[in-house]
């Protein structure tokens, strides 16, 4: 079994995440690790996201195996959003691990594709980063939030509005403020019904 060094190059600087594996192809049981950073268009969900313009990075060990390359690494990216609790930015840093298989002809949704010449490893960091991605990201861990009487970020400032009534007690609180209005109006009729009974 051979070993080549770190790659860094590729073929194509308009496809910077394609690398050259027809000679680990050719030699079962190669091994070649690769280093490879560019930006990514279109890394998003609906929370969060990688800037625009930002480095994705892939560190892989490519392994020559019967089917084809056998992928085994780390994908790292930063990523950016809103905050779902005070609606401030938030950013934070992705990194996964990855163990893919990229084979000729094989079946799109559980392999990569790869030619007898080439395998071009940006698919991969892609699904990695999109299926990382948080969808409601955090500022930090406790976020306070937002106070939903008067709006105020309770990580920045204390406001004075209480605390917000519990849903589930809200047919208890009716009961009480119709209560003290039934204590009122059978107090009213008290006196009338006493002066009665006194006058027959």
């Known amino acids: ?116 010449d080439e395998l071009d490893l940006e698919p991969i960091a892609h699904d990695a980063c999109i299926l990382e991605l948080p969808l409601a990201p955090l500022c930090k861990e406790g976020c306070l939030g937002l106070c939903p009487e008067c709006g105020a970020n309770r990580n920045l400032e204390l406001c004075a509005c209480g605390p917000a009534p519990d849903s589930r007690w809200g047919p208890l609180v009716m009961l009480e403020d119709v209560a003290p209005q039934a204590r009122s109006a059978q107090g009213a009729t008290r006196p009338d019904t006493a002066a009665s009974e006194t006058t027959e």
């Open 1 to 116: 079994m051979s070993s080549a060094p770190a790659l860094g190059a590729h073929k194509h600087r308009d496809r910077p995440f394609v690398v050259q594996v027809a000679g680990l192809l050719r030699d079962p049981g190669s091994r070649r690790r690769v280093e490879l950073s560019a930006p990514i268009d279109d890394l998003a969900v609906s929370g969060s996201r990688v800037p625009d313009g930002a480095p994705v990075t892939i560190e892989a060990l490519l392994e020559s195996v019967h089917e084809g390359i056998l992928v085994t690494g780390t994908v790292s990216a930063s990523w950016e959003g809103e905050c779902r609790r005070c609606l401030e930015p938030a950013r934070g840093e992705l990194r996964l691990d990855v163990r893919e298989l990229c084979v000729e002809e094989g079946d799109v949704e559980t392999t990569y594709a790869l030619t007898a």
